[in-house]
């Protein structure tokens, strides 16, 4: 077994590793308290000399890009996750990499799918060093059981642009799956039988990158618009059979959760807001794809046509949902960063009102400010939250790896941040005496709904105080805790081997909040 | 006087500085000869940590945000020229300038315009350096009777891309007059009383400037879309009653030239293209505003008509004359870098295949390839062309710098190249012995078209071939040249004092491609 790294207490009171895959890290300091000094990456100047036939950037096959881009043994090679589960070119592509003989490649993702089950070979024999990115499902299971040779590096979707920005991971080839691209490599996802909606997750590795390479399955002719990514970033363009499989890209629909209790939750979330003083003209709200997050959307549509208001903007991912809010002039815009269904990817392609965003606009918090934390409220879910509001997504509280962080973290930014949860799954509690994984600070966490009741975080004083004479079923966090644990038992620790940090989770701004250790398996 | 600038010769045999404004120059090395080293220009890493309150970046006035700013003698700032000869933005921020009593500034506006003749008095009184940019009219006047302190620099709008890019130009405040803008930052040009279509020669700017400032007279609610402009590169945000005058910004009409030589011009213009086969299905082609270049608009549609073909793009700036031809389905898009009249503007803000293109996308040499590189044909002016083919197009013969190089320079990588001019003006010839300034080298110029007669390059032996069938007047330049000299009399050389560069012209790779010298008042 290898020593046991050395770790560091940050200010969130979690032990963090000093250095990571050999690099030096710097530990969370508190919200707010981080500030970056120097400049953000450079890449090297490129010149038109180099490309003489810009028109045309073809070549004949992945396996020939990846020579023309020069690729090394322990280079750092980037996808990104707009084809989600259909995601059929990066399985491909570490095939490829692997038949050139290439080893110990750092994969750096936008997020990880379970169809990526495929790449655990290649951990195995030696082909990818170690992902940082999301490690959902059976990666993120090989991940927790120590099994990876590097350590894992969990960011938020923000915190990926920021670590491209900011020079932290350097790309040396960016391989970006487009649904449509013409030959000098203008790209977008919004046609084709592979269309996905915006390409926004491989925006900075577009800009970033030594080398880029657009693999579509449509070429299209010049001017491939509009150019989500711009062909004046991209090296060399492939074109295969099929980049992924349609009904796991999208899904024809997103369904609405039947479960009584989640459909509670939901209807008190809007309730929550409404007299938190948020449903006003104007306003604004993010929610996810989840079943609670979407079943909140029909109780809040309800809401707002009585008021007789209209949102400014909503924020996707979208799905036919929010589709409907917009063109049901419920909505001026939608703000979306990735479309989650059929009825998305249609609107983002015909609706000028639906509007394309990447991290950068969205998420990046090292830059001037951004549109997360413009938003008014957000409702987001997690896999545990504590007494002081500590929130985990990650992890389960038997410490497996299961979940990517996605926006989650950017999103806490938001003027009233909701959790909306379960105050129990499986009979394991939700809300904990500590979270397994700490990936959202307690201080941006305004109020956690469940279906037992609505905990607001005490320094909210302003919130408390505009809903305190609602109907709504406030109690204290603790209060609720106490309820469960009465029912389901008080949970076991989880069984953690402390001397192995599997992965560490990154903050906004780069620091590192927490580690992620070892789990029986 | 102050002593002679240390000259040497370049590969185009012109005489440069090796250091312009106490920077060390590179001499023009051919045509694709040079290719840059090194790494791009890399921002300070904001954080939003700063930005708290990002929803509302508004002060309240430009001179609170230039302090906020930092604003110091011998910054360099810059501006764009998109209100062009309306613009009310730049003569206001330099008054505001003066009125703090800042000194030294270097002025690097994407372009000069009459109206700027008001800051003549900034450079008289030292509060202007000098400038780097076009310099038409009034101040290239005053520039070419070598009353600037400094030194001109005057670039491409690739080129002005490529320097802020490379870091051979770092912007300390971009001032980024916007028709529209939200709080936030984000920012467009397509409505309000000042809409002057895109935004995009301010790009480069709020990408590399430490600070961006925007100035409305359009305050929108967020978002403001399309943010041409990102508000997340954006410091502060300034309200004033009116950025520009519209009727200068943009014109209500274009018109084509009524001058039988110039339409004589233009008819051979489209022979040509029809002779040397260009006009194919798919086509691309892109003209100028001049009136000979929309002049050649009608007579390339009626070809178009009869062969029953349609271009895949054309090019702006574009005028009423393009936009016909995209309502009339003559062309699939509109690639436009700026729109020359209100038809344009109209377009570009209500039909999606009238695109907004960058100088990044469009020109940039020092990209992946660029989009002028890629267009069939090109038609240009230019102010003298010598027997080789090599062009002027900032000077004119007596030696005084009245105009802007704009795209002229990028477009010369353009499949065919023609340069549409008189073959005399006010009885001075066009095709001289040697150009007065050298701004487009030869070896990239395919065509001279002129009243008189057509002259092909020698070294187009492919296009010699494709159009010495045709019924077109071809005759050598020489020949040419002649018949004017026997009308016009040999022109008299320019007097000018050699010992006095007043400005330099840069090439497409940031090189220094000619100078230009002090002018006889």
Chains 1, 2 share one sequence.
Not at 282 to 297: N, P
Not at 422 to 447: H, K, N, Q, Y
């Amino acid at each position: 077994m290898k020593r046991a790294m050395r770790m560091i207490k940050n200010k969130a009171g979690r032990l963090v590793p000093l250095y990571v895959n050999g690099i030096k890290q710097i530990p969370f300091k508190g919200v707010d308290k981080y500030k970056p000094k120097g400049r953000k990456a450079a890449p090297a100047i490129p010149s038109c000399v180099d490309f003489p036939e810009a028109e045309n950037k073809l070549v004949k096959n992945l396996k020939k890009a990846l020579e023309l881009s020069g690729l090394k043994d322990g280079m750092t090679i980037s996808t990104h996750h707009h084809l989600r589960n259909g995601d059929m070119v990066t399985n491909y592509l570490f095939d490829v990499i692997h038949s050139m003989g290439i080893k110990n490649i750092r994969w750096f993702p936008s997020a990880s799918f379970p169809c990526h089950e495929h790449l655990i070979k290649y951990l195995e024999d030696g082909t990818i060093h170690h992902i940082e990115g999301s490690l959902n499902g059976p990666l993120g299971k090989y991940a927790s059981t120590g099994k990876m040779e590097g350590t894992g590096v969990l960011r938020s979707h923000g915190g990926r642009y920021q670590a491209i920005q900011d020079g932290e991971v350097h790309i040396d080839i960016a391989i970006i799956a487009a649904p449509s691209a013409d030959k000098f490599g203008n790209a977008n996802g919004l046609y084709g039988k592979s269309a996905c909606g915006g390409l926004g997750f491989a925006l900075a590795d577009s800009i970033y990158a030594d080398k880029v390479i657009i693999v579509t399955d449509n070429l299209v002719d010049f001017p491939c618009v509009p150019w989500q990514i711009s062909g004046n970033n991209v090296d060399y363009v492939v074109v295969v059979d099929s980049i992924g499989d349609p009904a796991k890209i999208v899904s024809g629909t997103t369904e609405i959760t039947k479960s009584p209790d989640r459909l509670l939750i939901a209807e008190y979330v809007a309730e929550f807001m409404d007299a938190a003083r948020i449903l006003k003209d104007g306003f604004s709200f993010q929610a996810g794809a989840g079943g609670t997050s979407l079943a909140f959307i029909p109780f809040i549509k309800e809401k707002m046509k009585q008021k007789n208001i209209k949102a400014r903007f909503v924020r996707g991912g979208s799905t036919k949902y929010l589709v409907e809010m917009l063109e049901e002039g419920l909505t001026d815009y939608i703000l979306d960063g990735q479309t989650f269904d059929l009825e998305g990817v249609r609107s983002m392609r015909e609706n000028p009102k639906h509007i394309m965003t990447s991290p950068f606009t969205s998420y990046n918090f090292h830059g001037k400010g951004n549109f997360a934390s413009m938003v008014d409220a957000v409702v987001l879910g997690a896999t545990e939250v504590d007494l002081n509001f500590n929130a985990n997504v990650v992890t389960h509280s038997d410490g497996m790896l299961l979940h990517g962080i996605g926006g989650w973290q950017n999103c806490l930014y938001a003027g009233c941040t909701i959790l909306a949860v379960p105050s129990f799954r499986d009979r394991i509690p939700v809300i904990v005496d500590e979270v397994t994984t700490l990936c959202g600070p307690g201080d941006l966490i305004d109020a956690v709904i469940t279906e037992r009741g609505i905990a607001v975080n005490p320094a909210r004083k302003d919130l408390i105080k505009k809903v305190k004479k609602s109907s709504l079923p406030l109690r204290s966090i603790a209060d609720i805790q106490e309820e469960v644990y009465e029912i389901c038992g008080r949970p076991a620790k989880p069984k953690l081997d402390k001397r192995k940090v599997v992965a560490v989770v990154k903050w906004v701004d780069g620091t590192l909040l927490d580690s992620v250790y070892k789990a029986a398996e």
